[in-house]
């Protein structure tokens, strides 16, 4: 039941933005990593980055914190309203991640290695996303058509760690700007395996 609260004589629907708040945490945080990097860029030779990095990164920045924020109005909308669909709660995101990975391949251009680090982390970031998005929405729809039984499962604590643990990959990597857990290194060393005669 949703919890209503009166405010200077208004009803105020209390849970609905509490969850909606804490459910766009992250949001903010990227937005707050799209001004890290606009200040960077801004500040011109005092940064030991060159331009051209700075400004890849930006742009990455800018992407991950529209793609973030495109689903809150919908969100709140869908928080404050009675009606509830088996399919509604993560099957956006996940189309969102995809559609961003697209986006950041097809339309962000990218030509320094420092751009490239970014774009890795943050497909692989995306990709972990939307395949744990995907998961859960078969688990919800399973229990929804009576094919699982509707306790608690592993896979419930599996997703809440793996989706903030890529958010909070994505974001170190648009600040820190590092390979800091060799995973760039480590994808570089593959191809190179692989395109060895």
Not at 151 to 174: H, K
């Amino acid at each position: 039941m949703i919890e209503v609260l009166y405010l200077f004589g208004e009803i105020l629907y209390f849970e609905p933005i509490v969850q909606f708040l804490y459910g766009h945490t992250t949001t903010f945080i990227f937005f707050m990593v799209l001004l890290v990097n606009f200040v960077r860029t801004s500040r011109g030779s005092c940064y030991p980055l060159k331009k051209e990095q700075a400004h890849e990164v930006l742009i990455l920045s800018l992407v991950m914190s529209v793609s973030y924020a495109i689903p809150m109005p919908f969100d709140y909308i869908y928080w404050l309203s009675e009606e509830r669909s088996v399919y509604i709660p993560n099957t956006p995101y996940m189309v969102l991640d995809i559609l961003t990975i697209l986006f950041i391949y097809s339309f962000v251009k990218i030509g320094t290695s420092l751009g490239e680090l970014c774009r890795f982390y943050l497909t692989v970031g995306l990709g972990v996303n939307a395949s744990l998005f995907f998961l859960l929405q078969l688990d919800l729809l399973l229990i929804h058509e009576g094919l699982k039984e509707s306790g608690f499962w592993w896979f419930w604590t599996v997703f809440s760690y793996g989706i903030n643990g890529s958010d909070l990959i994505m974001v170190l990597v648009l600040v820190v700007q590092k390979d800091f857990l060799g995973w760039y290194k480590l994808s570089e060393k593959i191809k190179g395996a692989y395109s060895r005669p």
